[in-house]
């Protein structure tokens, strides 16, 4: 059975610096797909950053990169300088590709920047 | 381009009525997924429709049901409403079912609604 790991309950980052976020995953598919998502206090979940199973490269948006290492199936979540507003609920989440649009989320990392 | 619209965004309800919330995908997607979010649990999935059928269900009892429409509009019921009920419920739509492109699900600001 797919399940995501997030190890971090909370992290606690000063503003401007980089943090990564960590993600692990298991899935016997050898095709799926891994998707950050951030939800504010507002409870919209925002679409962040997406990595395939296939892809060569380690996907990237703007400050949001993915860390992609296939073989210790983890996909941390890399934000560079930080703002205050990245304070947030961040979730991991997989889709095996025969699951159609079915997620698995892990528990979450509540981040905080602090000025 | 509208986002996805989840109506209403709070209700209450007491033991034993029933609610009914509603989803409006993105235009164009003709996939909508739900979700359901507790503290306890966390994300979990509900069921997906697409083209007017269910694709997927979730474990969860059969109290809880949906259904989409021709304009993919979709509707979520659950019945008989227990405590253990009150949650945020998520929708999500998506253009395409799987596989080409990320496929990526854009998800609404949620139904909260409180069982008491």
């Known amino acids: 059975a797919q399940k995501i790991t997030q190890t971090q309950p909370g992290m606690f980052v000063q503003e401007k610096e980089a943090v990564t976020l960590d993600c692990t995953y298991d899935t016997s598919d050898p095709s799926y797909g891994l998707f950050w998502y951030k939800q504010p206090s507002s409870g919209e979940m925002i679409f962040l950053i997406y990595?395939?199973?296939?892809?060569?490269q380690n996907a990237t948006e703007g400050r949001y990169s993915l860390n992609f290492q296939k073989a210790r199936k983890s996909a941390n979540l890399v934000i560079s300088a930080s703002q205050l507003g990245d304070s947030a609920m961040y979730f991991c989440?997989?889709?095996?590709?025969?699951?159609?649009?079915?997620?698995?989320f892990g528990q979450g990392t509540r981040l905080t920047i602090n000025p | 381009k509208a986002g996805v619209t989840q109506t209403p965004r709070y209700l209450i309800k007491t033991r034993g009525q029933q609610v009914t919330l509603s989803c409006s995908p993105i235009s164009g997607h003709r996939s909508v997924s739900w979700y359901q979010q507790t503290p306890g649990q966390g994300l979990q999935f509900l069921f997906e429709y697409f083209s007017e059928t269910q694709r997927n269900k979730g474990n969860f009892p059969g109290r809880f049901s949906g259904r989409q429409f021709s304009n993919s509009r979709s509707e979520m019921n659950v019945s008989t409403l227990e405590l253990g009920d009150s949650a945020l419920y998520l929708c999500?739509?998506?253009?395409?079912?799987?596989?080409?492109?990320?496929?990526?699900?854009?998800f609404g600001e949620g139904s909260r609604l409180t069982v008491l």
């Open positions: 989440a997989m889709r095996e590709t025969k699951g159609a649009q079915k997620l698995v």
């Open positions: 999500a739509s998506s253009l395409e079912l799987a596989g080409v492109g990320t496929g990526e699900l854009f």
């Open positions: 990595q395939g199973s296939y892809d060569q």
